[in-house]
């Protein structure tokens, strides 16, 4: 049996780095991986 880590990446709430293919919150404004700039999903324009 394994462990859940409450904290593990999940895709409800992370994101991939674009940059460093890292899991990042999807409300990080920086990777903290990487630091490469994020855009945060609910800010990204739409048209
Ligand atoms: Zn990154």
Do not use: G, W, Y
């Not at 992370?14 to 409300?27: A, G, I, N, S, Y």
Request: net charge positive.
């Amino acid at each position: 049996m394994r462990k859940i880590d409450p904290n593990a990446p999940k895709p409800a709430t992370h994101v991939r780095c674009p940059d460093c293919k890292e899991f990042v919150l999807k409300e990080a404004r920086v990777c903290k991986h990487c630091n490469c700039k994020l855009i945060p999903e609910s800010e990204q324009s739409t048209v």
